[in-house]
């Protein structure tokens, strides 16, 4: 069942990327999809016999490589927090194939597509039954490998190809200190299977080593480099740039990055090797400290996004922020717990953000739609289920999940869990009014996408003017050549999309409502610990799960009146008095220019690094190589003995008398120096 699991999204992959063009666009979609689907129910069925069951196991599949002391088996470690993550990966890239049918119907290249969706998927499922952190590895580059390809696959938009490198070489900074990380687990433990380091742990809670003249703690060390890599990986602060440009992909690629694949590999990883965070509590604080500031920073930058996938984007981040906090306090089945609630209704919101766009004819600015709710009343009732579970309305999936993971940090009772406290709160009243910001701009109110008059279009639907003048919203989709040419010259009239799109949402949908309320119990509930059977670790002295429910009765209530607060201030501000944040904006110049510039980390940035290295490198492309090796090889030296051997080849003229006459020339010099030298 579990090759299965694992290997037919590869099958898939290769079919479509193989013979795709062979096959046509149609069976490629049928085949991926269809693989994917049986895969999503296999999952299901191993997520109820190991969570449920006692189905915990270890599936061999091949020797790898053996060197020395390092032996690396490819092998599948299933337990409950893999038979998760199987789950939230296979059903959501499901459901992503299926609406991908639909919603990229025009494009000429969708066999391409379904391949790389496919790829992406195979990388991510070797990534969480990884046994050991160089199959890890294996799978966290095979997942940036494949969200290169997908961010870039319209790669005639310059800007997709600028995002899709963004996205690769930020995560090359978190992966090289992944990389570390793994060297030093090898060093201090000597394998890199989770059967040779997890019963050890405990045994190096006190291990230091020497590095430039100074005493480290060994695991601290360690679990700060791999956090390294998760903070890549899921676009925690200062390495989180790269995931709002993500956007430049296909919208279906957005809703698989940041519900089910490459964001939430950074935290699976954290999860997986507790047993080596649990004893480096430095380390711990650092995590809880960089997700608190993550949830809140990128909660203020979501207050005023006007591309509708960028405001979700960055509801992700901070989502993700949320979940560090979590395992950063010890609370790592309340982290995890968040991150398999948040697949459905993020994936919800972005393939209802699809949705909108699909109908909007690819205008993605929200200042641009309005009144939605009457011509698309579907899609409309999906993001308003994804936008109550994300904001954490009471009963729905983000209720149980992200409010755990609030009760959490302040049961730590730690100056890092208090600062996590009061960034989460914060950040909950940010994520209620963002999301409804949002649902008001685009679903009610009056319509602003104009009329057609005599063929020219005035923020038309289907117009990618209004968005491409504001420099802070190009990523406008798509850049296919079907979808340029295909034009709308019919009614401009906003319309639902296809059942084939809309069925995903109805699922996911029902997920977002349900997936808290049934799982809350066997995730963090009393009997949490029959129910992860040791998947995840922690110290016998850890007992925050329990104190969460000895707290005082507001602070559980405190994030529903954020909700509440954030919901009513967007009312307010998008219903009542819809005039308020222009005129908010006008008063604040600064503040408001400052979070719509992303607190200006991409200039910053662009100051730090990439102008320096590009100024190194035209230094010793000009000076180094130019000047230096050119001027003293090709343009010196050689050049000389080129010069002299023209010289001399003109002398070897062929003719007799000249070589007659040049040894005559040879017999005199050699006389005259023989009759000077015998003068002295």
Not at 341 to 365: C, N, P, R, W
Not at 539 to 554: A, C, D, S, V, Y
Not at 630 to 640: K, N, T, V
Request: net charge negative.
């Amino acid at each position: 069942m579990y090759h299965a699991i694992v290997f037919l999204p590869l099958v898939g992959f290769l079919i479509a990327g193989i013979f795709g063009r062979l096959l046509g666009a149609r069976p490629s979609e049928i085949i991926t999809t269809a693989l994917l689907f049986v895969a999503a129910v296999l999952s299901w069925v191993s997520f109820i016999q190991v969570g449920f069951g006692d189905g915990a196991t270890r599936v061999q599949v091949a020797q790898w490589m053996s060197v020395g002391d390092l032996q690396v088996d490819w092998a599948f470690r299933i337990d409950t927090l893999t038979a998760m993550m199987l789950v939230v990966v296979n059903t959501v890239s499901a459901l992503v194939h299926l609406y991908s049918i639909g919603y990229m119907h025009e494009d000429p290249h969708r066999p391409r597509f379904f391949a790389y969706l496919s790829l992406f998927t195979f990388a991510m499922l070797m990534l969480v039954t990884a046994d050991n952190l160089v199959q890890m590895f294996f799978g966290w580059e095979g997942v940036g490998l494949a969200s290169y390809l997908l961010i870039g696959f319209w790669y005639q938009k310059d800007s997709a190809n600028a995002a899709a490198m963004k996205a690769f070489i930020v995560n090359r900074v978190g992966d090289f200190g992944f990389l570390l990380g793994i060297f030093t687990i090898f060093v201090l433990f000597n394998g890199v299977t989770f059967d040779a380091i997890f019963p050890r742990a405990g045994e190096f809670a006190n291990a230091r080593f020497t590095f430039l003249g100074i005493d480290w703690h060994a695991l601290t060390i360690a679990s700060l480099l791999l956090f390294m890599g998760a903070m890549g990986k899921s676009a925690q602060f200062l390495l989180h740039t790269w995931l709002p440009d993500a956007m430049e992909g296909p919208t279906p690629v957005s809703a698989l990055i940041h519900a089910a694949t490459m964001v939430t590999a950074g935290v699976f990883m954290v999860a997986r090797l507790s047993p080596v965070f649990e004893y480096a509590p430095s380390a711990l604080a650092v995590v809880t400290v960089i997700g608190a500031i993550t949830a809140f920073f990128a909660a203020t930058v979501g207050l005023v996004q006007n591309d509708i996938k960028r405001v979700i984007a960055y509801s992700t981040c901070s989502q993700l922020g949320y979940m560090f906090v979590g395992l950063g306090v010890g609370a790592y089945s309340a982290g995890v717990f968040h991150l398999f609630t948040h697949a459905f209704f993020k994936a919800l919101l972005f393939l209802g953000a699809g949705s909108v766009i699909h109908a909007m004819h690819h205008e993605q600015d929200i200042r641009h739609m309005g009144a939605l709710r009457r011509y698309i009343p579907f899609t409309t009732a999906m993001m308003a289920v994804g936008t109550l579970a994300l904001t954490g309305f009471p009963f729905t999936a983000g209720y149980y999940s992200k409010d755990a993971i609030i009760e959490a940090a302040y049961a730590a009772h730690s100056s890092a869990g208090s600062f996590a406290f009061l960034a989460t709160v914060a950040a909950a009243f940010m994520t209620s009014f963002y999301s409804w910001r949002l649902f008001f701009l685009t679903f009610e109110g009056s319509a602003r996408w104009g009329h057609v008059h005599h063929g020219h279009h005035a923020h038309a639907p289907h117009s990618h003017e209004g968005v491409e003048h504001d420099e802070h919203n190009r990523d406008v989709e798509p850049a296919s050549h079907a979808q340029h040419e295909h034009g709308h010259h019919g009614a401009h009239t906003p319309h639902e999309s296809p059942l084939v799109m809309l069925l995903p949402l109805l699922v996911l949908a029902i997920g977002a409502v349900l997936a808290g309320i049934v799982f809350h119990g066997a995730f963090i509930g009393e009997g949490y610990q029959e129910f992860w059977k040791g998947a995840l670790f922690t110290r016998p002295e850890n007992h925050i799960l329990e104190e969460m429910h000895h707290l005082p009765g507001w602070v559980p209530l405190l994030p529903t009146i954020m909700m509440i607060l954030g919901f009513l201030l967007a009312v307010y501000m998008y219903i009542i008095d819809a005039k308020q944040p222009a005129k908010l904006a006008a008063d604040h110049p600064i503040l408001y220019r400052f979070l719509l510039n992303k607190w200006y980390f991409d200039e910053l940035y662009d100051a730090i690094f990439v102008r320096p290295a590009m100024a190194i490198g035209h230094f010793f492309w000009r000076t180094g190589d130019q000047r230096i090796i050119d001027g003293l090889g090709p343009d010196g030296i050689s050049a000389r003995v080129l010069d002299v051997t023209r010289g001399v080849v003109r002398v070897q003229t062929g003719y007799v008398y000249h070589y007659a006459f040049a040894m005559l020339i040879g017999v005199a010099a050699l006389v005259t120096f023989y009759l000077f030298r015998g003068a002295y």
